[in-house]
């Protein structure tokens, strides 16, 4: 079965401080990604990976950075958190591109709130 | 990708066939259909997908029309952990970015 875990459940952070959210895949998946989903939004991408120390902006970069040391490990980073980042933030894994191997399987969300 | 068409929301008896449509009416022919699920305050959950043939997983049962126009996700019997927000979504493969698209989707009550 894939797993794929993410470091904390539910955050509470203060406007301004440095946030690290964490997603750990065990099944040796290329391509990880990073979506938040909000009501009447939907899921929206943020940033995505292919390899190791690669990433590409989705949709809404914008406040966030990502990075991608290890093929296992994908790290969001909110360089200096809002009330607007409050939201549920959803990191998802695929093996590679193509066929069945594109199937997407995601984390248990973390849920964030910015005071 | 393709718009996706589905009901807000559905009812079912605990035990019984869950039978969720969707319309697609504008799926080119190297879109997949993929459904996925997503149980309150919980991640999204991979269900299955097809291209034109029906597939069985040990979750459900995705049944295409010969158009590809529409799709019905089968739950045989379902259980009330099954109750969930259920995701159709339409998309092709080796695209830019691969980012899912998830709309509405169905609240699903299961009910005992």
């Not at chain 1, 040391?69 to 933030?89: C, D, G, P, V």
């Not at chain 2, 799926?27 to 997908?49: A, D, F, K, L, M």
């Amino acid at each position: 079965d894939v797993k794929v875990t993410q470091s904390s459940r539910y955050l509470v952070k203060r406007t301004g401080e440095k946030v690290f959210l964490e997603c750990v895949q065990d099944m040796d998946h290329e391509n990880m990604f990073w979506y938040r989903q909000d009501p009447g939004l939907g899921l929206r991408l943020i940033y995505f990976s292919y390899d190791v120390k690669m990433k590409e902006k989705g949709d809404i970069p914008e406040g966030y950075s990502v990075s991608r040391e290890k093929k296992e490990r994908f790290s969001l980073i909110l360089e200096s958190a809002s009330t607007n980042q409050t939201s549920m933030y959803l990191c998802a894994s695929s093996l590679s591109s193509g066929g069945y191997q594109e199937t997407q399987y995601f984390g248990p969300g973390t849920r964030l709130l910015v005071l | 990708d393709a718009k996706t068409t589905q009901p807000t929301s559905m009812d079912c008896a605990e035990g019984r066939a869950a039978n969720l449509p969707c319309n697609h009416s504008t799926i080119s022919g190297n879109e997949y259909v993929y459904w996925y699920r997503q149980i309150h305050s919980q991640g999204p959950q991979y269900i299955i997908h097809g291209l034109k043939n029906n597939e069985t997983n040990e979750m459900a049962s995705l049944i295409i029309t010969e158009d590809r126009k529409s799709s019905t996700l089968i739950l045989p019997h379902a259980t009330l952990r099954d109750t969930a927000v259920y995701y159709c979504i339409v998309r092709h493969h080796g695209g830019a970015t691969n980012k899912l698209i998830f709309g509405t989707g169905t609240l699903l009550a299961v009910q005992p």
